[in-house]
């Protein structure tokens, strides 16, 4: 590795190269500025990238010549590129976006990376985002980080000797953080009404976001819960602090956490540092169903934008706009329901903000669907369960109106009888 500054590390990137970013708050935040601020002697350079924090300023439409973005996940940075052609949406499982580098499918010229100093072995960490970033380094040409203190050191597949990096900078920035919302009252009906869905010795996967916590904070009362997900965030730490997740009962990884990546706050941070417990793995291994399937009783709890009728599941799109992406979600909902005792929920408020109801009687147009209907097990709002594994599409209609919301019941009844003849 040689040390350099960012102007001279970036000079090494030439136009019509592929540059991958690091994901979410491991994103170079130094590199990625100095990129964008080198485009005039740069044209054709495509970016890929998962959902990455902080700005991401080569969408800017007048980079346009220089930047053009395909990204795995949309992030809100990246949301109004796609609106405006500056940038695209690569449809596909985060289980398998190392394959695509892994296999030549999509060939990187240039890594840029964030990872802990090296240390006395020579050795860095890619910290909090593992995922498909260790594929990424492992197959591209040339690989660029940022030296970060702030980087925690994590234990699993993202350590990487100094050797195998080309350029780096040092840096002393702090990582983006994602401060817990105080959750409202629906969010915890919906927490309970999952938390019911949990058996003791049960095996986790869940997300960031209010219900995640929410659910979270329904489990002081349960025992010997595991954790093996994509990733994960401060909710977490309460129940490992005291016990309730102990990972005894896995049989992949006993007594250990795994994740892939994470998202939080310095906290969330400072507790992955270092932390033997915590295995920090490569996504393609973490979500791959023939893993996800041998622990027990995993129960997979997703979000969705909306849900039609028949139990079919959009949690990307609103209507033709890409507003997050497909993800780890149909990897975590089939592992699950393959794992012995294994309980795949889809969980959710009623309605919008704007008082819209998210169970529809059909998808938006354009609406992709993330979870088919076939795999679908247990949608959950804030009105209760429905349990739709083995049912009909008449059954499964009369269950979901039961949990969609009360001001929208009649119109939906409506448009059961009108396909289904449901009285």
């Given at each position: 590795?040689?040390?350099?500054?960012?102007?001279?590390?970036?000079?090494?990137?030439?136009?019509?190269?592929?540059?991958?970013?690091?994901?979410?708050?491991?994103?170079?935040?130094?590199?990625?500025?100095?990129?964008?601020?080198?485009?005039?002697?740069?044209?054709?350079?495509?970016?890929?990238?998962?959902?990455?924090?902080?700005?991401?300023?080569?969408?800017?439409?007048?980079?346009?010549?220089?930047?053009?973005?395909?990204?795995?996940?949309?992030?809100?940075?990246?949301?109004?590129?796609?609106?405006?052609?500056?940038?695209?949406?690569?449809?596909?499982?985060?289980?398998?976006?190392?394959?695509?580098?892994?296999?030549?499918?999509?060939?990187?010229?240039?890594?840029?990376?964030?990872?802990?100093?090296?240390?006395?072995?020579?050795?860095?960490?890619?910290?909090?985002?593992?995922d498909g970033s260790r594929a990424a380094v492992n197959n591209a040409k040339m690989v660029i980080a940022q030296l970060n203190p702030n980087m925690p050191r994590t234990h699993g597949d993202g350590i990487?000797?100094?050797?195998?990096?080309?350029?780096?900078i040092e840096v002393d920035d702090p990582l983006p953080e994602h401060e817990p919302a105080v959750l409202t009252e629906l969010e915890l009906k919906i927490g309970r009404h999952c938390a019911e869905l949990?058996?003791?010795?049960?095996?986790?996967?869940?997300?960031?976001?209010?219900?995640?916590?929410?659910?979270?904070?329904?489990?002081?009362?349960?025992?010997?819960?595991?954790?093996?997900?994509?990733?994960?965030?401060?909710?977490?730490?309460?129940?490992?602090?005291?016990?309730?997740?102990?990972?005894?009962?896995?049989?992949?990884?006993?007594?250990?956490?795994?994740?892939?990546?994470?998202?939080?706050?310095?906290?969330?941070?400072?507790?992955?540092?270092?932390?033997?417990?915590?295995?920090?793995?490569?996504?393609?291994?973490?979500n791959d169903t023939a893993v996800i399937r041998r622990n027990p009783k995993v129960t997979a709890i997703n979000s969705a934008i909306e849900v039609d009728l028949t139990g079919q599941v959009c949690a990307?799109?609103?209507?033709?706009?890409?507003?997050?992406?497909?993800?780890?979600?149909?990897?975590?909902?089939?592992?699950?329901?393959?794992?012995?005792?294994?309980?795949?929920?889809?969980?959710?408020?009623?309605?919008?903000?704007?008082?819209?109801?998210?169970?529809?009687?059909?998808?938006?147009?354009?609406?992709?669907?993330?979870?088919?209907?076939?795999?679908?097990?247990?949608?959950?709002?804030?009105?209760?369960?429905?349990?739709?594994?083995?049912?009909?599409?008449?059954?499964?209609?009369?269950?979901?109106?039961?949990?969609?919301?009360?001001?929208?019941?009649?119109?939906?009844?409506?448009?059961?009888?009108?396909?289904?003849?449901?009285?």
């Open positions: 590795m040689k040390l350099t500054d960012a102007n001279s590390a970036i000079k090494h990137i030439q136009s019509g190269n592929n540059v991958f970013i690091h994901t979410a708050a491991a994103a170079p935040q130094q590199l990625v500025t100095e990129l964008a601020a080198q485009h005039n002697r740069l044209r054709n350079v495509s970016i890929y990238h998962m959902h990455t924090e902080g700005a991401a300023p080569y969408v800017a439409p007048e980079l346009s010549d220089s930047f053009y973005t395909k990204a795995f996940f949309v992030g809100a940075n990246v949301r109004k590129a796609l609106e405006t052609g500056q940038a695209d949406y690569i449809p596909v499982f985060l289980s398998e976006i190392p394959h695509l580098f892994n296999r030549g499918i999509i060939p990187l010229d240039v890594a840029l990376i964030q990872v802990s100093p090296p240390d006395k072995h020579g050795f860095c960490s890619l910290g909090v985002s593992v990487i000797h100094k050797s195998a990096i080309d350029f780096g949990i058996d003791d010795g049960a095996t986790l996967q869940m997300g960031i976001g209010s219900i995640p916590d929410a659910v979270l904070a329904s489990l002081q009362n349960h025992k010997d819960l595991g954790v093996h997900t994509e990733m994960f965030s401060d909710g977490l730490i309460p129940l490992i602090e005291s016990g309730i997740v102990n990972n005894s009962n896995k049989r992949i990884h006993p007594n250990r956490t795994v994740s892939s990546f994470l998202v939080g706050t310095r906290k969330l941070y400072d507790f992955v540092d270092d932390n033997p417990n915590l295995a920090m793995l490569d996504c393609a291994y973490v990307d799109s609103i209507g033709i706009r890409q507003y997050s992406g497909v993800g780890g979600q149909m990897d975590f909902i089939r592992g699950a329901s393959l794992s012995e005792g294994g309980k795949p929920i889809i969980a959710l408020p009623s309605v919008t903000r704007h008082g819209e109801s998210r169970i529809v009687p059909f998808l938006k147009q354009g609406a992709g669907v993330v979870t088919t209907r076939a795999h679908v097990h247990y949608v959950v709002t804030e009105y209760g369960i429905a349990s739709l594994y083995g049912k009909s599409l008449r059954e499964r209609t009369r269950l979901l109106i039961e949990i969609s919301h009360p001001d929208n019941r009649e119109e939906l009844e409506k448009a059961a009888f009108n396909r289904f003849k449901i009285l």
